[in-house]
Structures are given as structure tokens and as C-alpha cells.
Antibody, heavy 122, light 108 residues
């Protein structure tokens, strides 16, 4: 059974960079069957897809965040990471990492980590 | 529109059938998937590719689609089905993923 675990600072100052890492166990991020990505949920609000990465290094990201988002992967550690720069209070959210299964020519999140709350505040 | 629209809240009597809907232009071309989220927990996938249930999801959950509307139906709702439900699909240009705003299901 795959497990995903998010790690990183729970508090980030405005204008700085939010950095999170997802460690995957029970599965390989080098698999051609999956993308690996990030989704966030502001407190009391809905889900927002951030972006994803494939083992080839190909990435996709939400247009509203694209200019601030970098998603990368370290296959030697079976980890992938999210960097979101120039953060504001609006970026305060629970951040989930998720496996995205490749299906019907695209991908969708099929298994999620437990999430980590990141607060943007000075 | 590139959005997916859901009713904010729906209620159902215990044991009855409830349909949760998701509307969006992209649903005319792309499949929907559905997620269940209980308070303090990560979402879990309950339906994908319009009507496929992952292993372990009860068969009272089913999906369908017509035109610009995707639906999640729970036949014989149980107390443990009380949760927030989110639809998900590609945007109308097929470039990224979208989530609906979520529907809070109350089982009475």
C-alpha cells in the first residue's frame, strides 16, 4: 500500500517561499503509471489543484499559480517537492501531496497524503 | 466557463437515495471523478472516469454523466456517508485539473 507524507515548515512569512516535500513509500515515483502532485485547501474552503510532475520531468500546473510554482522530483530519494514563491496570507492552506493515476490519456488524484497546514504570517 | 459548479449542501434521509451534481462545460468532453472528504481527513476517491468505483468503495456509490452535468448517486445513504463531496475534471481546454466547490451531504 502506497503511503505519502508531507513535510516542511508550518509557518512561512509573507513574500517568502513555501517549500514542501512529499516522501513516497510503497511505490516508486519513477513508475510510468502515475504523476505525482499537490493540492491545497484553505481553512473551511474547497480543494484547489496546484500541479503535478511525471517521471520524465514533465510538469503541469494550474494557470493561476503557474508563475509562482515549481514542482520537482528526486527519484533517488523517492520524493517530490513543491516551491511556491512570493506567498501571501491567501496561500494559507492545508497542502496535500497526491498520487495521480494515468488514465484515459490524462491523470487524476487517486491517493492522498494526510496533508500539512501551512500558515503565511509574519 | 472553465469552472465546475456544485450545490453547496444536500440532505438525504437515512436509507434513501441522493444525487449530487456537478456542472461545467468541460464535462461535455472529459470524464468526472468524485472525492469524499470527512472532517479532518484527506479526500478519498469514490468514482473516476465517470462511473468506475475504486476497490473498496461500496457499490451504493455510482456515477453518471449527461451533457455538461456529472452526477454522483448514493443509493441507500448511510450515516457514514455524511461528508463533503468534490467533483474533479479537466478544464475545458484539457490543460489542467479543476475541482468543484464541494457539496456537504447531511444524512438525516
Amino acid at each position: 500500500q502506497v503511503q505519502l507524507r508531507e513535510s516542511g515548515p508550518g509557518l512561512v512569512k509573507p513574500s517568502e517561499t513555501l517549500s514542501l516535500t512529499c516522501t513516497v513509500s510503497g511505490g516508486s515515483i519513477s513508475s510510468s503509471e502515475y504523476y505525482w502532485g499537490w493540492i491545497r485547501q484553505p481553512p473551511g474552503k474547497g480543494l484547489e489543484w496546484i500541479g503535478s510532475i511525471y517521471f520524465t520531468g514533465s510538469t503541469h500546473s494550474h494557470p493561476s499559480l503557474k508563475s509562482r510554482v515549481t514542482i520537482s522530483a528526486d527519484t533517488s530519494k523517492n520524493q517530490f517537492s513543491l516551491n511556491l514563491n512570493s506567498v501571501t496570507a491567501a496561500d494559507t492552506a492545508v497542502y496535500y501531496c497526491a498520487r495521480h493515476v494515468v488514465t484515459s490519456g490524462w491523470f487524476l488524484p487517486d491517493f492522498w497524503g494526510q496533508g500539512t497546514l501551512v500558515t503565511v504570517s509574519s | 466557463s472553465s469552472e465546475l459548479t456544485q450545490d453547496p449542501a444536500v440532505s438525504v434521509a437515512l436509507g434513501q437515495t441522493v444525487r449530487i451534481t456537478c456542472q461545467g462545460d468541460s464535462l461535455r468532453n472529459y470524464f468526472a471523478s468524485w472525492y469524499q472528504q470527512k472532517p479532518g481527513q484527506a479526500p478519498i476517491l469514490v468514482i473516476y472516469n465517470k462511473d468506475i468505483r475504486p476497490s473498496g468503495i461500496p457499490d451504493r456509490f455510482s456515477g453518471s454523466s449527461s451533457g455538461n452535468t456529472a452526477s454522483l448517486t448514493i443509493t441507500g445513504a448511510q450515516t457514514e456517508d455524511e461528508a463533503d463531496y468534490y467533483c474533479n475534471s479537466r478544464d475545458r481546454f484539457g490543460n489542467h485539473l479543476l475541482f468543484g466547490g464541494g457539496t456537504r451531504l447531511t444524512v438525516l
